[in-house]
């Protein structure tokens, strides 16, 4: 790996001290760098981002907030990590109380919370399974209880399995991957809907294989695809409300869900094939979701946000 690191220019006191990766993944100062990512395999999903070598990066200390989302309350599924960690560390820099539900991946999610805490934002933490409706229900209730409002829901939870053929893919593996990439988010945002004020905004994270294909991951494209109609007739339908709803469609991005999924001699070549020549890092997303979730984009609605370094423009 090679780094080239520039010091603060605010007398060593940055938003949490990130001056470089260190082994928290805390994002760095730099204007130069080149990552290439080891060949690694973790046997459950969702992989843990504390296992991850080199650490995603999910804080630009470049960034400058512009308290877009103050007085905001906004619900992240897998925020504990990858694109979710990043965005909940963006929402709360722009003012947003953040509550994070996520599986089993405690070490993540505290890590995250500190985080949060220590740039001076608000973070609650829910465990649970969000195929199950009953955790879906104690979500809105505990964050109802604790703040009296949903402002902005961020569905960005969801597995993939690497599988070689259709054949391969057992009818369990089909229920599971739908279930807990496109049924949870009708449950919840079902649920979450019902305490969504004008002004609300719903985020749900496709991906570019929706719009170009993976043969190793159908299950998971097709499920990705079926957000993508959630996407566009919940806006349609919400639309006299008010109450925006949009998808972010990542390309290749360094997150958990990379080396739970592939074989581990896939990993050093991810984002290789885009333009730019390499995978994102979570941070470089985060803005997106900022974006959506304020006001800037009062005018948007039912669109689909593809950042991907260029690998697809349609």
């Not at 395999?41 to 907030?65: S, V």
């Not at 896939?266 to 979730?293: C, N, Q, W």
Request: with cysteine; proline share 5%.
């Amino acid at each position: 790996m090679n780094y080239k690191y520039y010091n603060s220019n605010n007398n060593g006191q940055d938003d949490y001290g990130l001056k470089c990766v260190n082994n928290q993944g805390y994002g760095m100062i730099c204007k130069d760098y080149k990552l290439e990512f080891p060949p690694q395999h973790q046997d459950t999903q969702p992989g843990m981002e504390y296992l991850m070598n080199p650490r995603p990066i999910f804080n630009n200390p470049y960034y400058r907030p512009a308290g877009k989302l103050i007085g905001k309350v906004a619900i992240i599924t897998g925020g504990d990590s990858g694109i979710g960690r990043a965005v909940a560390v963006s929402f709360a820099k722009e003012g947003a109380a953040v509550v994070i539900a996520y599986y089993n991946e405690t070490n993540d999610a505290e890590e995250t919370k500190q985080c949060i805490e220590r740039i001076g934002g608000t973070c609650i933490l829910l465990a649970g399974d969000i195929k199950d409706t009953s955790f879906c229900d104690t979500i809105v209730k505990e964050t109802m209880s604790k703040f009296g409002r949903i402002d902005i829901l961020v569905n960005n939870a969801g597995v993939q399995y690497q599988q070689k053929s259709l054949l391969d893919i057992s009818d369990e593996q089909f229920d599971l991957t739908m279930r807990t990439n496109i049924y949870s988010m009708f449950y919840l945002t079902k649920r979450a809907l019902k305490h969504m004020l004008p002004g609300a905004s719903i985020i749900n994270v496709t991906s570019i294989t929706t719009f170009k294909g993976e043969p190793e991951l159908i299950d998971y494209v097709t499920s990705k695809g079926a957000i993508v109609g959630f996407t566009r007739s919940l806006a349609t339908n919400l639309a006299d409300k008010n109450i925006r709803v949009n998808a972010v469609a990542p390309g290749v991005f360094w997150t958990p869900i990379q080396p739970s999924c592939w074989e581990a001699e896939k990993i050093p070549t991810l984002g290789s094939d885009a333009p730019m020549g390499r995978a994102g890092h979570p941070y470089e997303i985060a803005p997106m979701f900022v974006y959506l979730a304020s006001d800037d984009a009062s005018y948007v609605t039912g669109q689909v946000m593809h950042v991907n370094g260029g690998e697809y423009k349609g």
